[in-house]
């Protein structure tokens, strides 16, 4: 019933999101006689605001077109390379750039698209042949094409390395850092030739037993019956895949938004004097970043709930007792991948050491081939947005993957 309930909400608040964008820009129109009152400005960055926050928001687009490789602007094109029922391996062709290394960019299936690494993608495509998991809305996936849990997300990243092809590099942000580090210790154990030259980590659940954020609290202090009962529900009739139970995108993004609720509430009131000020730009740097943030995606009940069990609440990895299709996985079998750990000093997601765990549990691993990088002063989001990432983390990453090439 509450996602029955919610999408009949988002439908009143969409027709007053375009009331009030209405309302607001007839307040600047200079034919309003409004418009020249003192009041005017601020009933109108009021309006604006308000129909910013509850606009309804899909799937956004990456939206590149061209990116300075060598000092030259190059085009852009997005090329689909391989389509799976949950989520499909993109690629971003850049027009007569060729021989530089090839880096799978790993997204998170935590509630938001791929998009969300915009700035990582912009940047990696400098000096790398990027490709990008781009995982589907749970709720458009009929119910048909069956499951997707932990097992299939690790299957997905073994296919699309296969696809791309021996000597690829990967890069895993927060949540799939564990699925990509099991992918690879499963492929070095079969001596697979399409592992990945090296894996790099950033701000990802290894170990949560390190430094326990609020977030590890909230995973760990309910029982798996409390999550199934409270968090899941069941997509409507008029989504493709009615009937699959799923962990919503807009629950998802109240627990977020819940997080830090008082940032938010100021980067709003930021944007509102931005507005009243005349300052557009400042404003629609805040609206950007909203854009992004808001825009959320279901996940399958079974992912979830097995990544709550196995990452979060028995951590199955640091103990040895990972599975995958019924099989151990085995991080003593990663021989010859180089391993690349970052995490950020001022993380509130992933707590420092949590990924830097992933260089321990490989054993068998030499040291000249493991790497760590403790960002100062960075959050989570800062690991792989933002000027710190483009200056400060990217150039340590484009080291690691030059000098472990295959």
């Not at 799923?246 to 938004?257: A, D, E, I, N, T």
Request: charged share 20%.
């Amino acid at each position: 019933m509450l996602y029955n309930v919610y999408e009949v909400q988002r439908s009143w608040m969409s027709a007053a999101s375009a009331w009030a964008d209405l309302s607001g820009q007839w307040l600047k129109n200079p034919l309003n006689p409004m418009s020249y009152g003192t009041m005017a400005p601020i009933m109108a960055s009021g309006l604006d605001v308000f129909a910013h926050a509850s606009a309804s928001r899909g799937k956004p687009d990456f939206g590149f077109t061209e990116v300075e490789v060598d000092g030259k602007m190059v085009s852009v094109t997005e090329e689909i390379i391989l389509r799976k029922p949950f989520g499909q391996l993109k690629r971003f062709r850049r027009k007569g750039i060729t021989g530089q290394p090839k880096l799978l960019i790993v997204a998170p299936m935590s509630g938001h698209y791929a998009t969300l690494l915009r700035g990582t993608v912009e940047r990696m495509m400098t000096h790398h042949d990027v490709y990008i998991t781009d995982w589907r809305d749970a709720k458009l996936v009929p119910v048909g094409e069956g499951r997707f849990d932990l097992d299939d997300y690790i299957d997905y990243l073994i296919a699309f390395l296969e696809k791309i092809g021996p000597g690829t590099h990967m890069l895993a942000v927060c949540q799939p850092s564990v699925p990509a580090y099991a992918a690879t210790a499963v492929m070095s154990a079969d001596k697979n030739p399409c592992r990945p030259a090296t894996l790099t980590m950033m701000g990802g659940p290894v170990d949560t037993r390190e430094a326990p954020t609020a977030v590890n609290t909230v995973a760990t202090q309910r029982p798996l019956a409390w999550f199934e009962q409270n968090v899941i529900h069941t997509v409507p009739v008029f989504y493709p895949g009615a009937g699959r139970k799923v962990y919503p995108g807009f629950l998802q993004l109240s627990g977020f938004m819940a997080m830090n609720l008082g940032n938010h509430l100021v980067s709003h009131w930021s944007m509102f004097k931005h507005l009243v000020d005349g300052d557009e730009e400042s404003a629609d740097s805040t609206k950007a970043f909203y854009d992004e943030y808001r825009s959320v995606c279901d996940m399958t009940e079974e992912f979830y709930i097995q990544t709550i069990d196995a990452v979060f609440q028995r951590h199955l990895l640091p103990r040895g007792e990972f599975l995958h299709r019924g099989r151990k996985v085995d991080p003593g079998a990663i021989t010859d991948v180089g391993l690349l750990a970052i995490e950020g000093e001022r993380d509130d997601i992933s707590g420092l050491g949590q990924t830097k765990a992933a260089l321990t549990l490989a054993t068998e691993l030499p040291d000249a081939n493991k790497k760590y990088l403790m960002a100062e002063r960075v959050g989570h989001y800062g690991i792989f947005n933002g000027r710190r990432w483009r200056e400060q983390i990217a150039p340590v990453v484009d080291e690691w993957i030059a000098a472990h090439a295959r």
